[in-house]
């Protein structure tokens, strides 16, 4: 059973666009809702994050939306560069639990220059 | 950079065969995960250690195992070696359990044949 389900599974975006990702989650209890940027051969590294009690968190270019009682949460990077080309994961967190991360399965960005 | 380091950084098994992959933490910090990232697919948790101590398990086979030492380097094992092993192998670690940001490593690279 996928916890958090991640799509589109790839996205391609003009230079200056806008990158929607979209992702749903399951558990009421997860309480954490990280997003991760991923190169070749590099590991995942935090991009943004959110905590259920806000619709909406900005950083840069960067956005994360919210609906708790939809249990979905998207990321959209505003202006996408080519340097923003790479893998994306949503991801979910049960913080009282333990820390264990639960990833989506990804989406493959790529940013036509 | 994170600051958390693994080696090797790439590694060639044959199936039978038994595999230690190690992980330097970034300095303080006393947790730390471990992940197994498949081709294309998202990291899935393997287990986690909290001062030298397992501190909560995913779906995988007790021939997985790790080890934290007290200066908070750690080891995952893997017995048995299946040719379904081969994947990118990610450890994180984070300063305070259940609150803070995990730091991943760049991953070892592991192939059975």
């Known amino acids: 059973q996928q916890q958090v389900k991640q799509s589109p599974q790839s996205l391609i975006v003009q230079k200056g666009g806008i990158s929607i990702i979209n992702c749903a989650y399951e558990?009421?209890?997860?309480?954490?809702f990280p997003w991760y940027q991923q190169f070749p051969g590099k590991g995942p590294a935090l991009l943004i994050a959110i905590r259920p009690d806000v619709s909406e968190k900005k950083e840069g270019r960067f956005t994360i939306s919210f609906n708790k009682s939809a249990k979905q949460f998207s990321l959209h990077i505003m202006d996408s560069q080519p340097g923003d080309s790479a893998t994306y994961f949503c991801?979910?967190?049960?913080?009282?639990?333990?820390?264990?991360?639960?990833f989506g399965k990804g989406t493959r960005l790529h940013i036509l220059p | 950079e994170t600051g958390v380091t693994q080696s090797p950084t790439h590694l060639i098994k044959t199936r039978g065969q038994q595999v230690t992959l190690r992980c330097s933490s970034q300095s303080g910090h006393n947790t730390v995960s471990w992940y197994q990232q498949a081709l294309g697919q998202g990291p899935q948790f393997i287990f986690q250690y909290y001062r030298e101590e397992e501190n909560g398990r995913g779906n995988f086979p007790p021939r997985f195992s790790g080890l934290q030492f007290p200066n908070y380097s750690s080891e995952l094992n893997v017995n048995a070696l299946e040719l379904d092993d081969s994947a990118l192998y990610l450890c994180?670690?984070?300063?305070?359990?259940?609150?803070?940001?995990?730091?991943f490593g760049p991953g070892t690279r592991l192939t059975v044949l």
């Open positions: 558990n009421t209890a997860f309480d954490y």
């Open positions: 991801a979910a967190t049960d913080m009282n639990r333990d820390d264990k991360i639960i």
């Open positions: 994180a670690s984070t300063s305070t359990l259940g609150r803070d940001e995990q730091f």
